[in-house]
């Protein structure tokens, strides 16, 4: 919603992480804003206890590549949750159409076939203005929100397997 800060949250309601493994997968296309989600996934797994070791970080071309990216990140260490960071933004041909279905899709289905959380932390926006509201702007930061979601998610699972 375009009135909610991501980044506005209570720390309260928040699991500890310690001792948990994250892995994030962030794509290059449009690095002005997917480091900026970067820096605030890092930021809020730390503040939460998560320690440096225990984030793995993964680069991708682009948005489109963020599955395959988890993916093989999931089949190669063992995390808790794989955080996907990503911006599409907008153009004048459908092409950001098919890109943010593939992507949304491609991890909803590793969310059904793995026994991991895959976040989705990817920016879908009208324009550049709107993305860099989002990664650090007035509306907050989505990678916080992505990170606040995966520590929740592992908690939770390690909760329903406990």
């Known amino acids: 919603m375009s009135t909610t800060n991501l980044s506005e949250y209570d720390p309260s309601k928040v699991p500890d992480a310690s001792g948990m493994r994250f892995g994030i997968v962030v794509s290059d296309w449009n690095s002005e804003i997917t480091y900026r989600l ?9 503040k939460h206890g998560t320690s440096r070791e225990d984030i793995l970080i993964r680069h ?10 988890a993916q093989l990140l999931a089949e190669n260490e063992d995390v808790d949750a794989i955080i996907c960071l990503g911006c599409i933004i907008q153009g004048e041909t459908p092409h950001f159409t098919y890109i943010c279905q593939s992507v949304s899709m491609g991890i909803t289905e590793l969310n059904i076939d793995y026994n991991i959380p895959f976040i989705f932390g990817v920016l879908t926006t009208n324009n550049f203005e709107q993305a860099r509201e989002r990664a650090g702007g007035k509306y907050g930061n989505k990678g916080d929100e992505a990170a606040i979601t995966a520590i929740k998610m592992s908690a939770y699972k390690r909760d329903i397997e406990s």
Do not use: A, D, K, Q
């Not at 970067?38 to 730390?46: A, F, I, K, P």
């Open 60 to 69: 991708v071309p682009g948005s489109f590549e963020l599955t395959l990216g």
């Open 38 to 46: 970067l820096e605030g996934c890092l930021n809020t797994l730390l």
